[in-house]
């Protein structure tokens, strides 16, 4: 089992930024891939970034490209999600989710991930 826990949501204007980490723990051993999602109310949750964990490789979606960073620490069970110029559609509950068997072609699939953190809301005003 894997546990994640985000952190670091909040309230910002347009035009801000945000850090969003996401602290794995358990069996973290045999992940390699750990995913950043979102959901805003009404909406179907969208892919946002990845990252594989072996190599730093990322993939972000054309949405956030650009204006978002997701990075890990040395210590490899900790990512984050730099967000720059945010937007009020960026406004959503954000997700961290992984498992040890993510494809890198699917990273943008939510169905990959079996694991999945609380979330942790952003809101972005006008």
């Known amino acids: 089992q894997v546990q994640l826990v985000e952190s670091g949501g909040g309230l910002v204007q347009a035009g801000g930024s945000l850090r969003l980490s996401c602290a794995a723990s358990g069996r973290t051993g045999s992940i390699d891939v750990m995913g950043w999602f979102r959901q805003a109310t009404g909406k179907d949750r969208e892919f946002v970034a990845a990252?594989?964990?072996?190599?730093?490789?990322?993939y972000y979606a054309d949405s956030v490209k650009g204006r978002f960073t997701i990075s890990r620490a040395n210590a490899q069970n900790t990512v984050f999600l730099e967000m720059n110029s945010l937007k009020p559609e960026d406004t959503a509950v954000y997700y961290c989710?992984?498992?040890?068997?993510?494809?890198?072609?699917?990273?943008?699939?939510?169905?990959?991930?079996?694991?999945w953190g609380q979330g942790t809301q952003v809101t972005v005003s006008s």
């Open positions: 990252i594989r964990i072996t190599g730093g490789l990322t």
């Open positions: 989710a992984t498992d040890e068997s993510v494809a890198w072609a699917r990273v943008r699939v939510s169905t990959e991930y079996g694991y």
